[in-house]
């Protein structure tokens, strides 16, 4: 009796590292770099409001007049509904500031945001908001970019050691 006890624990155990690990796979941003986070300005040209994670695609002006097409994660719908924004919030044409992690890759113009600002002044930012950034933030930033946010009346302000995307 007592093997067979033993052997449920292990089963149930090797289920539960199963489980976990494969949350953490997806929690953990593996996929952004923490010392890649730039900060972004251009338009949005697409939202795919849909769970696991909402995405915002922007076309990205960079300071030689090219552009390019990123896309940004960002947390959950609920996580946003219930701070308050809406797919209309994210109109395509409307011009966006935006923060967040880089892919590795950088080639494949995603990121995880990790603040957005709209024209109307709202901060898109904080738990349940931002996309799954890398875990420790960049070297120096004292905590996630963005964590507080400016002072009120301040104006928006990219989170520190986030240069502009060049």
Known sequence: MSNKSSSK???????????????WAHHGGGTF????????????RQLAWANPHAWLYVQVQ?????SELWGFEFGTVGG?????????DFAIGTKVSVTAY??????????????LILPDGR????????GTAPGGGPPGAGGPPGAGGPPPGAGPAPPANCPDYQ
């Open 80 to 88: 946003l509904s219930r701070a308050g924004f809406r797919p209309s």
């Open 33 to 44: 770099d923490a010392t890649k986070c730039f900060a972004f300005k251009g338009t949005i």
């Open 9 to 23: 624990k292990a089963a149930w155990l090797l289920v539960l590292s199963i489980c976990t690990s494969t949350a």
């Open 102 to 115: 880089a892919n590795r890759d950088v080639t494949k113009h995603t990121g995880s945001a990790n603040r």
């Open 62 to 66: 960079k300071p030689s007049g090219d």
């Open 123 to 130: 901060d898109v930012a904080g738990a349940g908001i931002a």
